[in-house]
């Protein structure tokens, strides 16, 4: 495979043809931030955050954008950072960021307005169905990455997707099922990539409620509603 040749931030940057803009600042020591991306899920370029300037007439986003010879790249312009920030306070007027330290780290570097635009805030409610984590689509921003790691990237049980459309796209899963009649095999992985606090450990949401940890064991625990009734009949 041919390198590729490339200037960021006037920077002179070489690279493996095929490499992203994002992988190939990253090379060269240049931070680009992102909110959807993952390193180990497929890069989708949801939420524009990473845009950068390529000289083109719409700004490029850098996690799914592969380099080209002799490509200028700017990331950190005017009209870039004003961009940045205007996708934050959109966010920021929509959903709940209170548990997205990511995102709260972007918009004080960003400077951004926060109660800029007002409109209507996308509502969910709290879904508490199973033994081992709580869904809070008030706290999701839509980065898919639950979806990816549940999908081909990672688990290949498919128990999360998108739902809605429009402004009341969510997370959801199929026909509206609570979790546990679904696909899911309850791996946590979707819990680890939420960078939002949307997907939530069932016992460290009731530690912050204030439940005594004993009251949560129990609270949590799966039961014994597989055993054999002749067994429980037997003391088994």
């Known amino acids: 495979m041919s390198d590729v040749t490339l200037t960021i931030d006037g920077i002179e940057v070489t690279v493996p043809a095929g490499t992203t803009i994002y992988d190939a600042a990253r090379l060269a020591g240049i931070d680009i931030p ?30 799914v954008t592969a380099v080209n010879p002799g490509m200028e790249v700017k990331t ?13 306070e959109m966010l920021d007027a ?40 709580i869904r809070d689509y008030n706290k999701c921003i839509n980065c898919w990455r639950c979806v990816q790691v549940c999908g081909t990237d990672a688990q290949y049980t498919f128990a ?14 199929f026909m ?33 409620q204030g439940m005594d940890p004993d009251e949560i064991f129990f609270a949590t625990r799966r039961g014994r509603r597989n055993r054999r009734p002749e067994a429980q009949a037997d003391g088994d």
Do not use: W
């Not at 805030?121 to 199973?130: A, I, K, Q, T």
């Not at 309850?186 to 912050?208: H, I, M, S, Y």
């Open 76 to 88: 950190q312009t005017d009209s870039v950072c004003s961009a940045r920030r205007t996708i934050l």
């Open 94 to 133: 929509t959903v709940d960021l209170s548990e997205s330290p990511e995102v709260l780290e972007l918009l004080e570097r960003y400077d951004a307005q926060r109660g800029r635009f007002e409109g209507a805030r996308r509502e969910s409610p709290v879904h508490d169905d199973n033994p081992f984590y």
């Open 34 to 63: 992102v909110v959807c991306y993952h390193p180990h899920l497929t890069a989708n370029g949801l939420c524009r955050v990473c845009s950068v300037d390529t000289g083109g007439r719409v700004f490029a986003a850098a996690c």
């Open 160 to 173: 999360l997707s998108f739902d809605g459309r429009g402004f009341h796209t969510t997370i959801g899963t």
């Open 176 to 208: 509206g099922e609570d979790m546990p009649d679904t696909t899911c095999v309850f791996c946590g992985q979707c819990v680890g990539v939420c960078p939002t606090g949307a997907l939530k450990p069932k016992r460290q949401a009731l530690l912050e």
